[in-house]
């Protein structure tokens, strides 16, 4: 299943993801939720849940992803999607991997969690929705 990055838009959501350069965002963590407030070129401005705001570039943030479906292109949150994540975490967990590529297969594991876990609800949220 191919997925493609979701563009950055005001009011959508996001995570702060500086990985590659942690100067972009100095006290931000990495995988903060962020909200979009707006998109100027290749900079986006976010803000946090306490109001703070920060401008980076866009590649410093995590907007979440679409795959395929039936349909058309479906986002992250569908049920669908996290249900597919969830058998392919447990698929990629259970293979052996050749050393070489190991690595690898941790960063697809924990990208797939950081998907999963913030597209599923707490089980007691579930049960009172």
Not at 70 to 77: D, I, N, Q
């Amino acid at each position: 299943m191919t997925f493609r990055k979701l563009p950055a838009v005001p009011g959508g959501r996001a995570w702060i993801d500086c990985t590659s350069s942690p100067e972009a965002a100095p006290g931000w963590p990495n995988g903060l939720a962020v909200t979009v407030v707006a998109c100027v070129g290749a900079r986006v401005t976010v803000r946090d849940g306490t109001g703070r705001d920060l401008t980076l570039p866009h590649d410093s943030l995590d907007t979440g992803y679409e795959y395929p479906g039936l349909s058309g292109r479906v986002p992250e949150t569908d049920a669908r999607v996290v249900n597919y994540l969830h058998t392919l975490h447990e698929a990629i967990s259970r293979e052996d991997w050749d050393q070489a590529i190991d690595r690898y297969r941790a960063d697809v594991i924990a990208n797939v969690e950081a998907i999963v876990s913030r597209n599923t609800l707490p089980r007691c949220a579930a049960v009172t929705a």
